[in-house]
């Protein structure tokens, strides 16, 4: 989504930065995890398929990426790049073509050190805060079942299980943006700084 090709998210734990061919490199060595395929339905590809990946998610108007960045390891020291920084990444699709309002979340902590430190927590709280203002008000997130700790994590985050599928094995759970939940979600988000991207930068703004 070429909206957000320009826009960094400064968070607690977390920096979200738009997904550049910068990120790749890092990003297509996790794919190789079967873990990390595993749990995010992904299939392997190459590191030229993953270079077409990355334009697809720059440039098509129905999702929206941003690249999780380690905040602490980020802004520890001024030239750090963000490739050494990375976390994983969090996505939002837009799933139904009648309904603009509705999108599908999803998250990953790929880096084994991030993990259990509430990274894709305010990751997560960070693209609703962010996608909110371009209309969304219903969140969906298919996780599979064998995916305790991010089923767990969506429940924290106020979502409600709708939807259990036996055929693919994950259940869907959703978060209607009611007044109260609009104001909670604020609440979560008040400290996120909202700043221009220099696409390459290699140190904090």
């Known amino acids: 989504m070429r909206l957000n090709q ?3 998210l400064l968070g607690k734990k977390v920096v979200l930065v738009p997904y550049t061919p910068e990120h790749v ?3 297509h060595e996790w794919m190789k995890s079967e873990e ?3 749990l995010t339905a992904s299939e392997p590809l190459t590191l030229e398929q993953e270079y077409v990946m990355q334009r697809s998610w720059q440039e098509d108007a129905d999702k929206c990426t941003f690249i999780v960045l380690d905040a602490e390891k980020w802004q520890a020291q001024l ?3 963000e490739e050494s920084c990375m976390a994983g990444d ?4 837009l799933t139904d073509l009648g309904d603009p309002t509705l999108g599908e979340i999803e998250v ?3 880096e084994p050190s991030c993990r259990g430190q509430g990274l894709g927590t305010e990751a997560v709280l960070m693209m ?3 996608v909110t203002k371009l209309g969304l008000t219903k969140f969906e997130a298919k996780i599979g079942q064998g995916n305790e700790p991010s089923i767990r994590m969506f429940r924290k985050l106020h979502f409600e299980q709708v939807a259990v599928s036996s055929v693919f094995q994950e259940v869907t759970l959703r978060l209607t943006m009611s007044e109260p939940e609009r104001q909670w979600l604020l609440e979560q988000t008040s400290h996120v700084e909202e700043k221009p991207y220099r696409a390459g930068a290699s ?3």
């Open 79 to 81: 030239g750090t790049s």
């Open 90 to 93: 969090v996505n939002l699709f």
């Open 36 to 38: 990390l395929r595993r």
């Open 25 to 27: 490199p890092r990003y």
């Open 6 to 8: 320009n826009i960094l």
């Open 108 to 110: 990953m902590i790929a």
């Open 203 to 205: 140190e904090p703004c």
């Open 128 to 130: 609703m805060s962010y």
